[in-house]
C-alpha cells in the first residue's frame, strides 16, 4: 500500500484472535536481524488492527480505522501493534484524513509551489524566496496550510511530498535562470519524516546534478522541533553533507522547540530565523525585545544571519532593524505568490502596498 505500509486480511469465524496472534508473529519475525551486503540491519514494524463489523461496515471504514489504530501504535512508542476503539479521538483521526487529503492532492495534481519573498531589513529589498506548499481542494480553494500537517509524519508520503516539491521548484529556478530573473537564494523546507528516511542528502544532491542546478541557488530550512525528535543522527548527517555540498541551512522556528545551543554550535548552520511569536508584540512588549536582541547577539558570535518570520506592520519592522535582525519575512512584506509573479519584485525597493 506504500513504500513501508503493507495490509494483511484475516477471514475467520474467529478473526479478531488470530489477528492477534498472527500481529505478535509478525512483529516477532521483524525483530530478527537482517544481513544486508554485510551489514546487520535492525527492523521493526508497528501494526493496526481493524475487525468487521465491530470496527467499519465496509471495506473503506476498515482500512480508515485499521490506520488510525497504525497511527495510534507509532504514538505509543512503536515497534507494537494497536487495536482500533473509537476513543482514539480526534487526533488521530485527523491525522488519517490529513493523509488521505494530501495523497488524493498528489494523485489529482492538486499540489502547488508558492513562493515568498524574503527582504533585506537595510536595503528594503527583496534577495531571495522561501517556497511554500499548497493545495487546492476539489473546488480549487486553497486548503489550510495547518490542516494538513500532520501528513508529513508519514515517511513515504513526506518523500512523495518532498519530490513533488522539489521537482516544481527546480522547474521554476531553471525558468528563472533562462530568463535572467536574479531571485536569489530559494529556501526548501525539509521535515523530520524525510530525514529519517536517511537518503535525504544524497537523494537531494542528485535531483540537483540532474536538474543541472548549482546547490548554491538553494537553502534548507530545518524546524527546531526536527533536531529533538527521533533520527537526529540522520539530521546531522545529512546537513553536515549539503552544507558541504554548498547549501545553505537555516535553523526555523528558533526559540519554540527543544533543541539545546549545543547542537546550534554543532551543526553547520548559516543563519537563524526568529519565530513569529516573538514578532507579534514587538511594538509593545519589552521581554519579546529582549529575547530578539539575545537571539541576534547569539547569531551574530557565531557568524550567523537572521530573519524574523510573520512582520506584518512596520512597527516591527523599524524595531527589527534597529535591533541588528538582518532579513524579514511577512505579509507586510511579501505575501507567498506563484511562480510567475516571482523575480518581479525581486532586487527592487520593498513598497508597502
Not at 20 to 41: M, N, Q, Y
Not at 182 to 195: Q, R
Request: hydrophobic share 45%; with cysteine; aromatic share 6%.
Amino acid at each position: 500500500m506504500g513504500g513501508d505500509e503493507f495490509a494483511v486480511i484475516v477471514s475467520s469465524e474467529r478473526a479478531n484472535a488470530r489477528a492477534t496472534f498472527l500481529a505478535e508473529d509478525l512483529l516477532e519475525a521483524l525483530r530478527r536481524p537482517v544481513t544486508f551486503k554485510g551489514r546487520i540491519l535492525d527492523t521493526r514494524a508497528s501494526i493496526g488492527l481493524a475487525t468487521y463489523p465491530h470496527h467499519g461496515a465496509d471495506a473503506s471504514e476498515l482500512l480508515k480505522n485499521a490506520d488510525i489504530a497504525l497511527y495510534a501504535a507509532k504514538s505509543f512508542g512503536r515497534g507494537g501493534f494497536t487495536t482500533y476503539v473509537p476513543s482514539m479521538g480526534n487526533t488521530l483521526r485527523k491525522r488519517a484524513s490529513a493523509i488521505a487529503t494530501v495523497r488524493e492532492a498528489i494523485a489529482q495534481h492538486r499540489l502547488e509551489t508558492h513562493y515568498q519573498p524574503k527582504v533585506d531589513l537595510r536595503s528594503r529589498r527583496v534577495i531571495g524566496y522561501e517556497a511554500l506548499l499548497r493545495l487546492r481542494d476539489d473546488e480549487g480553494g486553497l486548503i489550510p496550510a495547518h490542516a494538513i500537517d500532520q501528513a508529513f509524519e508519514d515517511i513515504e508520503l513526506a518523500r512523495q511530498i518532498g519530490d513533488t516539491m522539489f521537482e516544481r521548484v527546480a522547474n521554476d529556478v531553471r525558468h528563472w535562470q533562462d530568463a535572467r530573473l536574479p531571485v536569489g537564494k530559494i529556501a526548501l523546507n525539509a521535515s523530520a519524516a524525510e530525514f529519517r528516511a536517511g537518503d535525504f542528502a544524497p537523494r537531494l544532491l542528485q535531483k540537483l546534478r540532474r536538474a543541472e542546478l548549482s546547490p548554491e541557488l538553494f537553502e534548507i530550512e530545518v524546524a527546531e522541533t526536527v533536531l529533538a525528535g527521533r533520527g537526529t543522527d540522520y539530521v546531522a548527517t545529512a546537513l553536515a553533507d549539503l552544507a558541504d555540498a554548498g547549501l545553505c541551512v537555516a535553523l526555523d522556528e528558533f526559540g519554540t522547540g527543544a533543541s539545546s545551543l549545543a547542537q546550534l554550535k554543532r551543526l553547520p548552520f548559516h543563519s537563524i530565523k526568529i519565530d513569529r511569536t516573538f514578532v507579534e508584540t514587538l511594538e509593545d512588549d519589552n521581554a519579546d525585545q529582549a529575547i530578539i536582541r539575545a537571539i541576534v547577539g547569539l547569531a551574530d558570535g557565531l557568524g550567523l544571519g537572521t530573519t524574523a518570520v510573520g512582520v506584518e506592520t512596520l512597527g516591527q519592522m523599524d524595531a527589527l532593524h534597529k535591533l541588528g535582525c538582518n532579513v524579514g519575512q511577512g505579509k507586510l512584506l511579501g505575501l507567498p505568490t506563484p511562480a510567475h509573479a516571482v523575480g518581479m519584485a525581486t532586487g527592487s525597493p520593498f513598497v508597502r502596498t
